[in-house]
């Protein structure tokens, strides 16, 4: 088993930025990539991001490319989220993704094995 924990959330005004980390631990040796998804109130989950931990490429949503960056420090085994010119409609709950050996994480939350509790980030406009 893999456990995650996020932090860094809170509360910033719109235009600002924030750092989420996530904390891997247990058997972290057979983590393949890492991600970030987030759920808004009343919304369904929606990818962010992810990374694969070796090589380190990266693949970040639409919505956020440009402003949010993903990155990883394989000697802690944690996940980085920077988010830099937030809008309000980033608000939600932010919920670190891991997946096992040759699982690549998708859009649709499929091949995820792993979830963080989330970190709320909320942004004032």
């Known amino acids: 088993q893999v456990q995650l924990v996020e932090s860094g959330g809170g509360l910033v005004q719109a235009g600002g930025s924030l750092r989420l980390s996530c904390a891997a631990s247990?058997?972290?040796?057979?983590?393949?990539?890492m991600g970030w998804f987030r759920q808004a109130p009343g919304k369904g989950r929606e990818f962010v991001g992810r990374i694969m931990r070796n090589s380190g490429i990266t693949y970040h949503a639409d919505s956020v490319k440009g402003r949010f960056t993903i990155s990883r420090d394989n000697t802690n085994i944690t996940l980085y989220l920077q988010m830099n010119s937030l809008k309000p409609e980033d608000t939600a709950v932010y919920y670190c993704?891991?997946?096992?050996?040759?699982?690549?994480?998708?859009?649709?939350?499929?091949?995820?094995?792993?979830w963080g509790q989330g970190t709320q980030v909320t942004v004032s406009s």
């Open positions: 993704a891991a997946s096992r050996s040759f699982r690549i994480i998708q859009t649709d939350s499929s091949m995820v094995d792993y």
């Open positions: 247990g058997r972290t040796f057979d983590i393949y990539t």
